[in-house]
C-alpha cells in the first residue's frame, strides 16, 4: 500500500525552507484575483513568526537570500476549485488529488478531479510542504519588503500597513484601488471631485424638491490641510421611515494617523443652530459604514427646512467647519 506522500509524487522533496521572491512580471503568487480566502489559523510550529506581534517589525521583514521554489510545488498548493492558495485543513482524495476545505462542500464529497469520493483524508505531506515556505506580501508592488511564512502571510497581508486604499467616492461602485496619492489624483481626474486646499470650508447645499429622498442625493469635497487629504461627505438617505441628511469626514490615510485630527461642523438658520464636534474615520472604513453608524452631523428633514427658511419648499442649507491637528 503506497504511503500518502507517494501518492502525491512528492516523497523525495526535502523539508527545507523555501523562500519566493516577486516576481517582475505577471501575476504574483496566489494573488487574489478571485474572492479572498479566509484567514485559517495554522497549527502551532515553533519556526512560525508571531505576525501579531510582528506584522509591520521593519526587524522581522529584512529580505533574505534568493530560493527558486519550482512551478510544480506551487501548483500542488492551489485549489483546483477556487486556485486560491490551500491552507490546513487540506483534503484528498484515494488517488492523491487535494482541495482547500472551503471547497469541499461546494463538490459534496466527490473529487473535482477524478470524481471519487473525498471522504476525510488529510493530505498531511502537503501541508507540510507549506509550512517550509516563505512568501513575499502581495503588497510588494506597493512597497512592502516583508517574506513572510507561508502559513503567517495571509494574517500579515490583513494588517499589511502598504495594502492599497479603496476609492472613497460613494457615488457609485468604483473599484479603483491604490495610495492615497494616486487615488487624490483619480478623484480629481476621473470622478471630477472639488478639491479645497485649507482647513476651513463653507459649504452650500441645495436641492429643490426636499421630498425626494434618495440614497443616490449625496455630495463629495476633498480638502488639503496639514499635508494630509480629507473627504467631506454630505448626503440624504432613509432612515427608517424619515428621510434625514447627514454629513461627515473621512481621513484619507490609516485610523491611527486619524486619530490625530479632529474637525466640527455646523449648520443653522432662523437664529437656531447645530454643531457637531468628532475625530475623522479613516477611507478603510467604507462609506456605507461610517454614515450607517451615524458617526457625523444628522440634520432630521423638518430641521433642514427649518433652518432653510422661506415656504419650506426648498432646501438650502449652509455647512460649516473646520479642522485641526491635536497637539
Not at 50 to 69: C, F, M, S, Y
Not at 125 to 152: D, M, N, Q, R
Not at 181 to 195: E, F, S
Request: charged residues 20%; glycine residues 6%.
Amino acid at each position: 500500500m503506497p504511503r500518502k506522500s507517494e501518492l502525491l509524487g512528492y516523497k523525495d522533496i526535502p523539508f527545507t525552507k523555501f523562500v519566493i521572491q516577486p516576481m517582475a512580471s505577471g501575476n504574483a503568487f496566489f494573488e487574489d484575483i478571485r474572492s479572498s480566502p479566509e484567514v485559517v489559523d495554522p497549527p502551532q510550529n515553533e519556526d512560525m513568526m508571531d505576525v501579531g506581534e510582528h506584522v509591520n517589525d521593519p526587524a522581522q521583514i529584512a529580505l533574505k537570500p534568493n530560493v527558486t521554489v519550482s512551478s510544480s510545488v506551487r501548483e500542488l498548493l492551489e485549489c483546483p476549485v477556487c486556485l486560491n492558495a490551500m491552507y490546513p485543513p487540506i483534503h484528498q482524495c484515494s488517488n492523491g488529488h487535494t482541495l482547500c476545505s472551503g471547497c469541499k462542500p461546494r463538490v459534496h464529497n466527490r473529487c473535482p478531479t477524478c470524481r471519487h469520493e473525498l471522504g476525510n483524508i488529510r493530505c498531511l505531506a502537503l501541508e507540510k510542504v507549506a509550512a517550509s515556505l516563505e512568501l513575499p506580501c502581495k503588497y510588494h508592488s506597493f512597497g512592502c519588503i516583508g517574506i513572510y511564512p507561508y502559513y503567517s502571510k495571509l494574517k500579515h497581508e490583513a494588517q499589511c500597513v502598504f495594502r492599497p486604499y479603496n476609492c472613497p467616492y460613494a457615488g457609485s461602485e468604483c473599484t479603483v484601488i491604490g495610495d492615497i496619492p494616486y487615488l487624490v489624483a483619480h478623484l480629481k481626474d476621473d470622478h471630477k471631485v472639488d478639491m479645497h486646499n485649507g482647513s476651513t470650508f463653507n459649504h452650500r447645499y441645495v436641492k429643490s424638491n426636499p421630498h425626494e429622498v434618495e440614497n443616490a442625493t449625496w455630495m463629495l469635497t476633498v480638502f488639503s490641510c496639514f499635508g494630509q487629504f480629507f473627504c467631506l461627505h454630505f448626503e440624504a438617505f432613509q432612515l427608517g421611515m424619515a428621510p434625514v441628511y447627514i454629513a461627515f469626514l473621512r481621513f484619507m490615510g490609516d485610523d491611527n494617523e486619524a486619530k490625530n485630527y479632529s474637525y466640527s461642523l455646523e449648520v443653522g438658520g432662523n437664529g437656531r443652530k447645530m454643531i457637531w464636534q468628532g475625530v475623522p474615520r479613516s477611507v478603510r472604513d467604507s462609506h456605507r459604514k461610517v454614515r450607517d453608524s451615524f458617526d457625523g452631523l444628522i440634520i432630521q428633514r423638518n430641521m433642514a427646512l427649518f433652518f432653510s427658511g422661506g415656504d419650506r419648499k426648498e432646501l438650502k442649507l449652509r455647512v460649516t467647519g473646520r479642522i485641526w491637528k491635536e497637539q
